[in-house]
């Protein structure tokens, strides 16, 4: 699981959407599919909502993986459908939304917002597991990062509002410190959680990140 | 020079120090009001850094008015909305004003205040806000430059010992001192015993521990914290006693119980000294002291 989503209130769409009657619509068959947000059923939906606003939907299409380079290919396919259409409402992740912009030249428009890059922990519940910091600490935290896990992203141990295990913000919420404190003791490991971690660099890569990894 | 916090930290005495809360405005009366009121009754006084996360007159504002009144100021300093570039300057700042004595906090979660749309900074943690302040009394910023004029701080911090689970907070207790903190004050503590029991523990450290006294001011407020605020265990016998408090004596029942738990504290020399914190009611702080036989 990579990019987790959530659908934005039709209402945000149809004002993002308003100056524009012909669109063409695209949903991702990757993660936007397993969180239901942006799959087949999703697209039409979208489709049917649409069109009782009055909109002409020219086209739709739900490409395999929105990020990746076959998009330009599946464009290509529905390049009919989308010269027709005045926009593009997209129905992926950030990542898709990008993608779909840097081939197309027309007004894209994101039908979801990016909630955070995650897990499923259990069917249907989604949790933060990386913050790209790229520096990974997680072979120090057993394997739980602090920074995603703590609320504060601390990293030198608990605050004074872990409450039982639970995190101050919403009791709902693992005290991520309670966690690595439990796996490491189960491990023997208590000893790097003594360790001191001196502040974090925060610019690894200096954003806007880029990398060649030629 | 050692500040004079520091040194009655070091004389052996039963320590007080208390805490003023800056307004929400520019209006400064009440807040030096209560600075006048107890700057003379008490060894420091700290000043809250938008406790809660609630926006307010800073810290250090706060703790200039004390120096003004030549009173004994403590910076309370949390990690919360200023990365180590702004912590460090706000230090070069206090300690050029006077300010001697720093306690260093992790501060509250964003979303608990009153601004809960903020972005939260937590570039460095309470441990690392310690050790910087280390480096810069060594002369060197955290870049590794040279400063034109160190600093010197009698820096401390905060621990839990009613925590749950209260190993991780015990692991970070003892990095703080590994880091550099000289004196701790403590969350609030109600019960002696069981405060007795994380004392024998804490006193194998060279540190010196101000225990934590909340005022509880309705059997209402003392259900509310020890069942929400985390760390916070109230006996059911002084929820009971304010309970059967006569009506509107509540207040004045919670004055007598923590008058009487700083007296046993004293009277047992269970730890260096108590840190009361009568969230806003500064101006009852003399009577606690009054009930404690101070």
């Given at each position: ?6 659908q934005?209130?039709f209402?945000e769409?149809?004002?993002l ?5 012909r669109?063409f ?6 993660c ?6 942006g ?7 979208m489709?049917?909502?649409l069109q009782?606003?009055?909109k002409l939907v020219?086209g ?20 009919r459908?989308?010269?027709d259409?005045?926009c ?6 950030a990542?898709g ?12 428009i994101?039908?979801l ?5 995650g ?12 913050a ?6 997680l072979?120090e ?8 896990a ?10 004074g ?11 709902e ?8 404190y ?12 003594r360790k ?7 610019q ?11 | ?8 930290l070091?004389s052996?005495?039963?320590?007080i ?7 929400k ?13 107890l700057k003379?009754k ?5 000043v809250?850094?938008?406790q809660?996360?609630?926006?307010r ?11 003004e009144?030549?009173?004994e100021?403590v ?8 990365n ?5 300057a ?9 300010v001697?004595?720093?306690l260093?906090?992790t ?7 009153d601004h809960g ?6 570039d460095?943690?309470?441990v690392?806000l ?6 810069l009394?060594a ?9 034109e004029g ?14 749950e689970?209260?190993e ?12 550099g903190a000289e004196?701790?004050?403590t969350?609030a503590?109600?019960d ?5 029991k994380?004392?024998e523990?804490a006193r ?5 521990i101000?225990a ?20 916070i265990?109230?006996p059911?016998n ?13 207040l ?23 840190h009361i914190m009568?969230i ?7 009577d ?7």
């Amino acid at each position: 699981m990579k990019s987790i989503t959530r659908q934005k209130p039709f209402d945000e769409v149809k004002q993002l959407s308003e100056s524009f009657n012909r669109i063409f619509l695209v949903g991702c068959g990757t993660c936007a599919t397993v969180t239901k947000t942006g799959g087949i059923d999703e697209v039409r939906v979208m489709k049917e909502s649409l069109q009782d606003e009055g909109k002409l939907v020219t086209g739709w299409v739900v490409i395999p993986t929105a990020c990746d380079e076959m998009t330009a290919e599946v464009a290509g396919e529905n390049a009919r459908a989308v010269q027709d259409a005045q926009c593009i409402i997209v129905m992926a992740c950030a990542l898709g939304v990008q993608r779909i912009d840097s081939y197309l030249n027309k007004p894209v428009i994101p039908a979801l917002d990016t909630l955070f890059i995650g897990l499923e922990k259990s069917p249907g519940q989604y949790v933060e597991a990386c913050a790209q910091c790229g520096q990974c600490i997680l072979g120090e935290t057993a394997g739980i990062c602090p920074l995603t896990a703590c609320h504060k992203g601390l990293l030198n141990g608990p605050c004074g509002g872990t409450n039982k295990g639970k995190c101050e913000v919403d009791k709902e919420k693992d005290c991520a410190f309670t966690l690595i404190y439990e796996r490491l003791k189960e491990q023997g490991r208590l000893d790097l959680m003594r360790k001191y971690h001196p502040p974090k660099n925060y610019q690894v890569i200096p954003r806007p990140r880029m990398t060649s990894l030629l | 020079m050692v500040s004079k916090f520091k040194q009655a930290l070091d004389s052996g005495k039963f320590v007080i120090t208390s805490e003023i809360g800056p307004p929400k405005g520019t209006d400064l009366e009440k807040m030096n009001h209560h600075i006048a009121l107890l700057k003379d009754k008490v060894d420091a006084l700290n000043v809250t850094d938008h406790q809660s996360s609630v926006m307010r007159f800073p810290s250090i504002g706060g703790c200039l008015a004390i120096q003004e009144m030549n009173g004994e100021a403590v910076l309370q300093m949390t990690c919360r909305d200023r990365n180590r570039i702004a912590l460090q300057a706000d230090l070069l700042l206090a300690y050029s004003k006077g300010v001697r004595n720093v306690l260093c906090l992790t501060g509250d979660a964003v979303p608990v205040g009153d601004h809960g749309a903020a972005k939260g900074i937590f570039d460095l943690d309470s441990v690392q806000l310690l050790h910087l302040i280390r480096q810069l009394e060594a002369g060197t910023d955290l870049g590794g430059n040279k400063l034109e004029g160190a600093v010197q701080f009698c820096a401390g911090a905060t621990v839990t010992p009613e925590a749950e689970p209260l190993e991780p907070q015990l692991i970070k207790f003892e990095k703080k001192i590994e880091a550099g903190a000289e004196f701790f004050q403590t969350q609030a503590i109600y019960d002696l015993e069981r405060f007795a029991k994380f004392m024998e523990y804490a006193r194998q450290f060279s540190v010196k521990i101000l225990a934590g006294i909340v005022l509880l001011s309705s059997a209402r407020m003392a259900k509310f914290m020890t069942e929400n605020v985390p760390g916070i265990f109230v006996p059911q016998n002084l929820i009971d006693e304010l309970a059967k408090a006569p009506k509107g004596g509540a207040l004045k029942k919670g004055i007598e119980i923590a008058g009487r738990t700083i007296a046993a504290i004293k009277k047992e020399s269970l730890c260096d000294g108590v840190h009361i914190m009568a969230i806003n009611r500064e101006e009852v702080v003399p009577d606690i002291l009054a009930a404690a036989g101070l």
